[in-house]
Antibody, heavy 119, light 107 residues
Framework: QVQLVQSGAEVEKPGASVTVSCKAS????????ISWVRQAPGQGPEWMGW????????YYAQRLQGRVTMTTDTSTTTAYMELRSLISDDTAVYYC????????????WGQGTLVIVSS | SYELTQPASVSVSPGQTASITCSGD??????ASWYQQKPGQSPVLVIY???KRPSGIPERFSGSNSGNTVTLTIRGAQAMDEADYYC??????????FGGGTKLTVL
C-alpha cells in the first residue's frame, strides 16, 4: 500500500533552518510528484511547492521563494523540504503529499510533521 | 494572487444533503479537488477533477463545476462526515491554491 512517512517534530529558533523528510513506499516513486503543504494552527492548508520525483524539477510558492528548497533521493525514495531563516509564522504542521500532475488532486498524504519556531 | 472563497460553516441534519461551495475567478475553466480533514488528521482527497471520486470514497460524495463555482455535495450526510472541507485548484501549471475551508456540522 502507498505510504508517505515523515520525520518527527522539530523545535527551532528564529533564524534557523529545518529539514523535513518524507519516505515514500508502495508505488513507483519516480512516476509521481511530491508537493509540500503546511498548515498553521487553526488555519487552512498552504501549498509550499512541488517537485518531480524523476527529474527533480521544483516549483515553489512565490511567497517562499528564496527560503525553501525541495529535493528528492530516488535511491531511497525520499523527498526533503528545507526551510531557512525561520520565523514564528513558520510554526505549522508540514505535510508531503503525492500528486498526479497538474489538474489532479493529492491522493496520499504523510502524517504531518510539527515544526515549532520559538526562541 | 488567485483566491478561492468558501463559506466558513455549513450545517446539515443527519440523512439530509449538504452542499459546500467554492468560488474563484474563472474556476469553471480549471479542475478542482476537495479534501476532508478531521481534527488531528491529514487531509483526505474526496473529489478530484471536479467530479471524480477516488477509490474508497463513498458514493454519497459528489462534485460539480459550473461558471465560477465548484460544489461538493454530500447526500445522506452522516455523523462521520463532520469535518473541515477544503477546495483546491491549480492557478497555473506550477501553482496550487487552497480555499479557506468550510466546517461541516452534522446535527
Amino acid at each position: 500500500q502507498v505510504q508517505l512517512v515523515q520525520s518527527g517534530a522539530e523545535v527551532e529558533k528564529p533564524g534557523a533552518s529545518v529539514t523535513v523528510s518524507c519516505k515514500a513506499s508502495g508505488y513507483s516513486f519516480s512516476s509521481y510528484g511530491i508537493s509540500w503543504v503546511r498548515q498553521a494552527p487553526g488555519q487552512g492548508p498552504e501549498w509550499m511547492g512541488w517537485i518531480g520525483a524523476s527529474d527533480g524539477d521544483a516549483y515553489y510558492a512565490q511567497r517562499l521563494q528564496g527560503r525553501v528548497t525541495m529535493t528528492t533521493d530516488t535511491s531511497t525514495t525520499t523527498a526533503y523540504m528545507e526551510l531557512r531563516s525561520l520565523i514564528s509564522d513558520d510554526t505549522a504542521v508540514y505535510y508531503c503529499a503525492r500528486g498526479r500532475g497538474t489538474g489532479e488532486g493529492f491522493d496520499y498524504w504523510g502524517q504531518g510533521t510539527l515544526v515549532i519556531v520559538s526562541s | 494572487s488567485y483566491e478561492l472563497t468558501q463559506p466558513a460553516s455549513v450545517s446539515v441534519s443527519p440523512g439530509q444533503t449538504a452542499s459546500i461551495t467554492c468560488s474563484g475567478d474563472k474556476l469553471g475553466n480549471k479542475y478542482a479537488s476537495w479534501y476532508q480533514q478531521k481534527p488531528g488528521q491529514s487531509p483526505v482527497l474526496v473529489i478530484y477533477r471536479d467530479t471524480k471520486r477516488p477509490s474508497g470514497i463513498p458514493e454519497r460524495f459528489s462534485g460539480s463545476n459550473s461558471g465560477n463555482t465548484v460544489t461538493l455535495t454530500i447526500r445522506g450526510a452522516q455523523a462521520m462526515d463532520e469535518a473541515d472541507y477544503y477546495c483546491q485548484t491549480w492557478d497555473s501549471s506550477t501553482s496550487v491554491v487552497f480555499g479557506g475551508g468550510t466546517k461541516l456540522t452534522v446535527l
